[in-house]
T-cell receptor, first 116, second 112 residues
Framework: AQSVTQLDSQVPVFEEAPVELRCNYSSSVSVYLFWYVQYPNQGLQLLLKYLSGSTLVKGINGFEAEFNKSQTSFHLRKPSVHISDTAEYFCAVSLDGGTSYGKLTFGQGTILTVHP | NAGVTQTPKFRILKIGQSMTLQCTQD?????MYWYRQDPGMGLKLIYY???????DKGEVPNGYNVSRSTTEDFPLRLELAAPSQTSVYFCATLQGPNEKLFFGSGTQLSVL
């Protein structure tokens, strides 16, 4: 079975500063990797996903993530955050193929708080 | 285009009561999922469906039942509510392989 660990439960940062949200996963087979964002009182929205190919993945709202197979990591980064980026961020994995699409294993979440 | 609609948004149940959480989608997606989100925890998969008439258990199915008689609807039933089922429940759909999940806005359930 696969598992996901988000290394920081809360990350406070000042506006326009860079941020990195860390995610490590474990799996004995190949996986798909995702970052989702949850704004207050809303459902989750996809930020970006890694399926195959280039290990640097660009997503919406200026976020990007890098897949590192040797370190089994998929850290999320943004070079300059805005107040509107305040939200909870979830790293998730799904097994590659079959009816595994949509059957995600989520990390515990990281609350990003951007201060003015 | 409404997307994924969940009702109710909030509900308080007494221990032992039953209820159905409704989920309906207008995107004609075959794949549908129910997740629960507990405070400080990631979402956990309860049940899923790959099409009308087909359902299967996820990671935490105990205490829940589902049905999928149409493509649009995927209700989640709690028969004997327990305090451990206090959570936020999310319904989600998937258009197909390698696509993104579309989430509803959630149902916040408290069992007292």
């Amino acid at each position: 079975a696969q598992s996901v660990t988000q290394l920081d439960s809360q990350v406070p940062v000042f506006e326009e500063a860079p941020v990195e949200l860390r995610c490590n996963y474990s799996s004995s087979v190949s996986v798909y990797l995702f970052w989702y964002v949850q704004y207050p009182n809303q459902g989750l929205q996809l930020l970006l996903k890694y399926l195959s190919g280039s290990t640097l993945v660009k997503g919406i709202n200026g976020f990007e993530a890098e897949f590192n197979k040797s370190q089994t990591s998929f850290h999320l980064r943004k070079p300059s955050v805005h107040i509107s980026d305040t939200a909870e961020y979830f790293c998730a994995v799904s097994l590659d193929g079959g009816t595994s699409y949509g059957k995600l294993t989520f990390g515990q979440g990281t609350i990003l708080t951007v201060h003015p | 285009n409404a997307g994924v609609t969940q009702t109710p948004k909030f509900r308080i149940l007494k221990i032992g009561q039953s209820m159905t959480l409704q989920c309906t989608q207008d995107m004609n997606h075959n794949y549908m999922y129910w997740y629960r989100q507990d405070p400080g925890m990631g979402l956990k998969l309860i049940y899923y469906s790959v099409g009308a008439g087909i359902t299967d258990k996820g990671e935490v199915p105990n205490g829940y039942n589902v049905s999928r008689s149409t493509t649009e609807d995927f209700p989640l039933r709690l028969e004997l509510a327990a305090p451990s089922q206090t959570s936020v429940y999310f319904c989600a759909t998937l258009q197909g392989p390698n696509e993104k999940l579309f989430f509803g806005s959630g149902t916040q359930l408290s069992v007292l």
